[in-house]
C-alpha cells in the first residue's frame, strides 16, 4: 500500500503530461506565431491561431483621487 501512495502521485503527474503534450499536438494550429518587438518599446504576436479579440484584457482600474492639501494656518506675530 506504501508503494501505491508513492507512485500514484507520480502516475498522476505522467498521465497529465502526455494529455498535455497530446492536445498540443491535435491543436490544430500549423503556425504558432511569436513576438516582435516594436520601435515603442512594446511587443507584437505575429502569426498564430489568435486573433486580437480572442484576448480580452478588462480596461485599467481608475486611480484614486488624491487627497486634499489642507489650507496653510496662519502664523501669529
Known amino acids: 500500500m506504501t508503494r501505491l501512495r508513492t507512485a500514484a502521485p507520480l502516475l498522476a503527474a ?3 503530461a502526455a494529455l498535455a503534450v ?3 499536438r491535435t491543436a490544430g494550429c500549423d503556425d504558432p506565431g511569436r513576438y516582435e518587438a ?3 518599446g512594446t511587443y507584437a504576436l505575429v ?4 486573433e486580437p479579440g480572442d484576448l ?3 480596461p485599467p482600474a481608475p486611480l484614486p483621487e488624491p487627497p486634499p492639501v489642507p489650507a496653510p494656518v496662519p502664523s501669529r506675530s
Not at 47 to 50: N, V
Request: hydrophobic residues 50%; contains cysteine.
Open 22 to 24: 497530446v492536445s498540443i
Open 56 to 58: 480580452v484584457v478588462p
Open 47 to 50: 502569426g498564430g491561431c489568435l
Open 14 to 16: 505522467a498521465g497529465l
Open 38 to 40: 516594436l520601435p515603442d
